[in-house]
């Protein structure tokens, strides 16, 4: 659980601030503005799902930044792909898994430094779509502090669309997103012991 969940009253708060937030876009629905994804859930396929409105947005001739938490040097089919083509901003969180390095200070200063990154592109009103791929895990385990996260996320440009993935999204990332879906597991291959396939999974 998050600290600043833990105080009562700032939940309160902070959820009352949602809320409007939240209010606000619902009673401009009638005109195109910047729409928040969220991904979450066991299953497979958030960050899948993800990269298809990347493709989708760079189809229609849109800029897209991107920025990878907890992927560190793992290659993968998309990032090969996504950033031979025009319009994109593609980061990686340099440090990778949090249990590959097992030092929490370590993955604070390098979630830190990935989440300014983010920030800058949250900022940037040039990029019309924003995806923050397995962000939820940092919030999770409090490599960053979740309200400074919700604020720049609140604030980002008003036409932008954003998508973030991950397990175990907090209750006021899943209060401030417009769009919530929760993929879940049925059955996965790596539990009856076949591995990642390449094209598939990476």
Known sequence: MSKAIQDPEKHQKRMQNIKKHVDKRIAKAQEDKGTFVLLTGNGKGKSSSALGMVARALGHGMKVGVVQFLKGEWNTGEIDFFKKQDGIRWEIMSSGFTW????????????????????????????????????????????LFEDHVLEALMNRPERQHLVVTGRGASDALIALADTVSEIKEVKHAFKRGIKAQKGLEF
């Open 100 to 143: 590959e390095t097992q030092n929490r200070e370590a993955d604070i200063a390098s979630s830190e430094e990935a989440w300014q990154k983010a920030a800058d592109m949250l900022a940037d009103a040039s990029l019309d779509l924003v995806v923050l791929d397995e962000l939820t895990y940092l919030l999770h385990y409090e490599y």
